[in-house]
């Protein structure tokens, strides 16, 4: 059973970076796709960036596009999202999520069956 903890939110001023990582236990990441989702108070979860398994396919929500940056090192099993020029609009829980070999919308969080438990990421002056 992969197991996934995400690792790096925090403070940060409008206009910083931060790197979030999500480290898998349990099996190999090789054999996942990954997605990174955050959520806002009060609003809904959303897809904010994915991974193919190989690496050569990313996708981004249109708010980050530019910003930030989805990788993974399977050898480490370990995804990051590098994040630049963050906005106050940033701020949320992140999440990053896993799911075998595919899926068909990696928006739809339902498609994804391994979550973490999430980490905060404020960004504020």
Avoid: H
Avoid at 32 to 57: D, T
Wanted: charged residues 20%.
């Amino acid at each position: 059973q992969l197991q996934l903890v995400e690792s790096g939110g925090g403070l940060v001023q409008p206009g910083g970076s931060l790197r979030l990582s999500c480290a898998a236990s349990g099996v190999s990441m090789a054999f996942y796709v990954i997605g990174w989702f955050r959520q806002a108070p009060g609003k809904e979860r959303e897809g904010v960036s994915y991974i193919s398994l190989s690496g050569s396919s990313t996708n981004y929500a249109d708010a980050v596009k530019g910003r930030f940056t989805i990788s993974r090192d399977d050898t480490k099993n370990t995804a990051y999202l590098q994040m630049t020029s963050l906005k106050p609009e940033d701020t949320a829980v992140y999440y990053c999520a896993a799911k075998q070999f595919g899926l068909r919308d990696w928006r739809d969080d339902d498609e994804y069956n391994n979550w973490g438990p999430g980490t905060q990421v404020t960004v504020s002056s």
